[in-house]
Nanobody
Framework: QEQLVESGGGLVQPGGSLRLSCSAS????????IGWYRQAPGKQRELVAS???????IYADSVKGRFIISRDNAKNTVSLQMNSLKPEDTAVYYC?????????????????WGQGTQVTVSS
């Protein structure tokens, strides 16, 4: 069935960079919004960045100017380039996508989540 798989997380020093990637697979008719959320220990999950089909983007204020989100509609992938990383960026990052699939009774749209990838920013 439909799955989202993240990669690219790891340990990086403050000021460093990481690039996260997410690949969607399955019986995908289309992907509308796709993006990244993160959750740090003791905190609520929050939106980091999202991008829709026409490449309109939304960024959290805390990452504007540092992170860039992009997508490849043909490959059903999304990436998050993270620059100038700070310790407060440490969290588990989750890929999220609103996906329309073809079902026997018609089309269905729903949110899907990846399993998450750990990003740790520490010296």
């Amino acid at each position: 069935q439909e799955q989202l798989v993240e990669s690219g997380g790891g340990l990086v020093q403050p000021g460093g960079s990481l690039r996260l990637s997410c690949s969607a697979s399955g019986s995908i008719f289309s992907i509308n919004d796709i993006g990244w959320y993160r959750q740090a220990p003791g905190k609520q999950r929050e939106l980091v960045a999202s991008i829709n089909r026409d490449h309109t983007t939304i960024y959290a204020d805390s990452v504007k100017g540092r992170f860039i989100i992009s997508r490849d509609n043909a490959k059903n992938t999304v990436s998050l380039q993270m620059n100038s990383l700070k310790p407060e960026d440490t969290a588990v990052y989750y890929c999220n996508a609103h996906i329309t699939t073809a079902q026997p009774m018609g089309f269905r749209s729903a949110d899907y989540w990846g399993q998450g990838t750990q990003v740790t920013v520490s010296s």
